[in-house]
């Protein structure tokens, strides 16, 4: 609910020219089997920006784009 609420408070105070970036991944192409609630997360992610964009840009001038940065090694991978 969060990329929600933010977005919804922070569009009447944006200006033309601004952008909005979320963060998610490649997940939701591939569907990994052991991470079906992340897949789904990054998935509504990414529909939510599409969703933005085509309201937004042509409306406000705002862009809405979506980074999907590669793995991060960490010890708990």
Same mark, same amino acid.
């Given at each position: @609910?969060?990329?929600f609420y933010i977005i919804k408070f922070a569009i009447p105070h944006m200006r033309q +020219? +601004?952008?909005i970036v979320f963060d998610a991944s490649i997940n939701p192409s591939v569907g @990994? %089997?052991?991470l079906v609630d992340y897949t789904a &997360?990054?998935?509504a992610i990414v529909g939510l920006a599409r969703a933005l964009s085509n309201q937004f840009v042509g409306e406000k001038g705002i862009r809405v784009n979506v980074v999907a940065p590669g793995p991060i090694? &960490? %010890?708990l991978m």
């Open positions: @609910h969060s990329f +020219g +601004g952008s @990994h %089997p052991e &997360t990054k998935g090694w &960490t %010890p």
